[in-house]
């Protein structure tokens, strides 16, 4: 594993929410979801009801965006990650476990699983200079 995509996990893995944004190609749409995130996999793991406008958007056009960040207002401090990936049903249940572990209560729930495979991740980090930026590609 290069080092930027294992920066960028460390960062991933501190946190627990993302927006996450889709289109059907006439509207967009953004919503919250909390999430697992898999490195092995570079892969989040999300729960959703497929009757959300995120999901009837993802029937139609499977490419999604997002982004995780830290709020502050300590210029010094602000970090975030913007990524693109294809988003899928589950059918890993390794992936699955790595949900509930992160979210055992979720379990009484018994939640639709997805996961969302990235492709390209930038990481804004401001802690290693200003506007320093890290950029992860997939391999295709």
């Not at 594993?1 to 749409?29: G, P, R, W, Y």
């Not at 960040?69 to 059918?91: A, D, R």
């Amino acid at each position: 594993m290069d080092l930027e995509l294992f920066k960028i996990s460390t960062f991933i893995n501190k946190h627990h929410v993302m927006s996450l944004a889709t289109t059907d190609h006439k509207m967009q749409s953004v919503c919250s979801l909390f999430y697992a995130y898999n490195r092995d996999a570079n892969s989040f793991i999300v729960a959703s009801n497929e009757d959300t406008t995120h999901m009837s958007h993802i029937a139609q056009n499977n490419k999604v965006s997002g982004n995780i960040y830290l709020e502050t207002k300590m210029v010094g401090k602000v970090q975030g990650v913007q990524f693109n990936g294809v988003f899928m049903e589950l059918q890993n249940s390794e992936l699955e476990y790595c949900y509930f572990k992160k979210f055992p209560y979720a379990l009484a729930l018994s939640p639709k699983l997805w996961q969302i495979k990235v492709n390209h991740f930038k990481m804004t980090d401001n802690t290693l200079g200003f506007g320093k930026k890290l950029i992860w590609e997939a391999i295709s």
